[in-house]
C-alpha cells in the first residue's frame, strides 16, 4: 500500500522496485496516483522503492520514499529511516515523506 502521509499533492508517473526496474499498475491505479493527495491510500504490487513524479516546476523527479512508521513495544511510533531522501536533492524541492504499507 502506498500512502500519502504529507499535506501535498503528488503526481506521481511511475513506480520502480529496488532495482530501478518499473513497476506496472493498472490504468484505475494509475489515475489515482496521478493526483495522489494527501492522506490517500492506493493498494500497489510489488516492493516500491522510489517514485517519479512531477515537481513544483514542472519537472520529472525521482524519490526515494520510506516505510511506513512503526511502533515500538513502548506504543512510540519510530521511522524506519529518519530522513527522507531525493536522489536529485535541491535546496529548493521538499522531500515527500511517502510511506509503504504491507
Same mark, same amino acid.
Given at each position: ?11 506521481? *508517473? ?5 532495482? $530501478?526496474?518499473?513497476?506496472? @499498475? #493498472? ?6 496516483? +496521478?493526483?495522489?493527495?494527501? *492522506? ?5 504490487? $510489488?516492493?516500491?522503492?522510489? @517514485? #517519479? ?6 519537472? +520529472? ?42
Amino acid at each position: 500500500m502506498l500512502v500519502n502521509t504529507t499535506p501535498y499533492i503528488y503526481a506521481i *508517473g511511475s513506480l520502480l522496485d529496488a532495482n $530501478g526496474k518499473k513497476i506496472t @499498475v #493498472d490504468n484505475d491505479t494509475a489515475q489515482k496516483l +496521478l493526483m495522489f493527495m494527501p *492522506g490517500d491510500e492506493v493498494q500497489v504490487k $510489488g516492493n516500491v522503492v522510489k @517514485v #517519479d513524479s512531477l515537481n513544483d516546476w514542472g519537472e +520529472l523527479q525521482t524519490w526515494t520514499i520510506n516505510k511506513r512508521k512503526k511502533s515500538t513495544s513502548s506504543g512510540k511510533t519510530v521511522s524506519d529511516s529518519s530522513v527522507n531522501t531525493s536522489d536529485k536533492a535541491d535546496k529548493n524541492n521538499r522531500p515527500p515523506a511517502y510511506g509503504t504499507e504491507g
